[in-house]
T-cell receptor, first 109, second 116 residues
């Protein structure tokens, strides 16, 4: 399973756009890039998943360049409630996930 | 979306006792479930893969006799922490993929175990 690397922490302010970049140099052909959000004392919650190019849903966008060695999660106009840990993961058909350290996002008023 | 539920959400027990945590897929069948452990301020660590009707597969360093996993039906997997000690205190989380789904893995709410 591909190892992912992302910043340990990020700070932002309400209303700003937040971009979290993840590096996955050894991603396999069958891997999908998947992002999860986790609040304290809760299980991770699915945010978005993509294979390449751009994927957008109601909460985020995911940008994956052609070489797929990195990806960027974009959160538009964050609010205080977006303060959480965000995990970037490479997922294959086994669904076996190896979590990295994640990125602790702090949104300030 | 699909729902995975854990019970209990928190439990406190005395050292030396055994504790069972249940993980249920409420509206879908799951032939595979995963168990994770998470210590404060740390990431999730995969403990084992639970397989319906067969033995669980444990990750390196996880004691199979300590953490008993049973996946007796397509909607239920249980994790039993045997002879629990304070160092077993942690947040235990299960997850399950929905067969035929869109590649999403659903997580339970987690179970907080505190061993006194």
């Amino acid at each position: 399973l591909a190892k992912t690397t992302q910043p340990i922490s990020m700070d932002s302010y309400e209303g700003q756009e937040v971009n979290i970049t993840c590096s996955h140099n050894n991603i396999a052909t069958n891997d999908y890039i998947t992002w999860y959000q986790q609040f304290p004392s809760q299980g991770p919650r699915f945010i978005i998943q993509g294979y390449k190019t751009k994927v957008t849903n109601e909460v985020a966008s995911l940008f994956i360049p052609a070489d797929r060695k990195s990806s960027t999660l974009s959160l538009p106009r964050v609010s205080l409630s977006d303060t959480a840990v965000y995990y970037c993961l490479a997922m294959d058909s086994s669904y076996k996930l190896i979590f990295g350290s994640g990125t602790r996002l702090l949104v300030r008023p | 979306g699909a729902v995975v539920s854990q019970h209990p959400s928190w439990v406190i027990c005395k050292s030396g006792t055994s504790v069972k945590i249940e993980c249920r897929s409420l509206d879908f069948q799951a032939t595979t479930m995963f168990w994770y452990r998470q210590f404060p301020k740390q990431s999730l660590m995969l403990m084992a893969t639970s397989n319906e009707g067969s033995k669980a597969t444990y990750e390196q360093g996880v004691e199979k006799d300590k953490f008993l996993i049973n996946h007796a039906s397509l909607t239920l997997s249980t994790l039993t922490v045997t002879s629990a000690h304070p160092e077993d205190s942690s947040f235990y989380i299960c997850s399950a993929p929905q067969a035929g789904g869109a590649g999403e893995l659903f997580f339970g709410e987690g179970s907080r175990l505190t061993v006194l």
